[in-house]
């Protein structure tokens, strides 16, 4: 999608510490992050999920997508979030048990929704 503009997930080839996660992980787990064309847009998504739970905790079973701008990474300057790549557009998801093509959809209308 042309709205999504970096995802990062050491699954990914392209990721570049994938060789790494590869020699050290059996999988490679169910954190997901991407980044979205701006923040208005991130937060649209947020709103726009039915499925993720918006919190800042990564526990439990339940799928849950996070904005760590205004969560995990709050305390932070803008400068400070910048010097770790922590855009304002970056969006975190803990994936859980819930059915894969159910949260593809439900990511894939949030999108949509957002304009990305």
């Given at each position: 999608r042309a709205g999504?503009?970096?995802?990062h997930?050491?699954?990914l080839p392209t990721h570049?510490?994938?060789?790494l996660a590869k020699k050290q992980m059996r999988g490679f787990g169910g954190m997901v992050s991407?980044?979205?064309i701006d923040e208005q847009a991130a937060v649209k998504v947020l709103q726009s999920v039915r499925i993720?739970?918006?919190?800042?905790?990564?526990?439990?079973?339940?799928s849950i997508m996070s904005y760590p701008k205004l969560m995990s990474h709050a305390a932070l300057s803008a400068d400070e979030r910048r010097d770790r790549n922590i855009s304002d557009a970056l969006l975190r998801l803990s994936v859980g048990i819930e059915d894969i093509e159910d949260l593809i959809a439900d990511i894939d209308r949030a999108?949509?929704?957002a304009g990305c």
């Amino acid at each position: 999608r042309a709205g999504v503009v970096a995802v990062h997930y050491p699954g990914l080839p392209t990721h570049p510490q994938h060789m790494l996660a590869k020699k050290q992980m059996r999988g490679f787990g169910g954190m997901v992050s991407f980044e979205v064309i701006d923040e208005q847009a991130a937060v649209k998504v947020l709103q726009s999920v039915r499925i993720f739970a918006m919190a800042p905790s990564l526990g439990g079973v339940e799928s849950i997508m996070s904005y760590p701008k205004l969560m995990s990474h709050a305390a932070l300057s803008a400068d400070e979030r910048r010097d770790r790549n922590i855009s304002d557009a970056l969006l975190r998801l803990s994936v859980g048990i819930e059915d894969i093509e159910d949260l593809i959809a439900d990511i894939d209308r949030a999108l949509t929704a957002a304009g990305c």
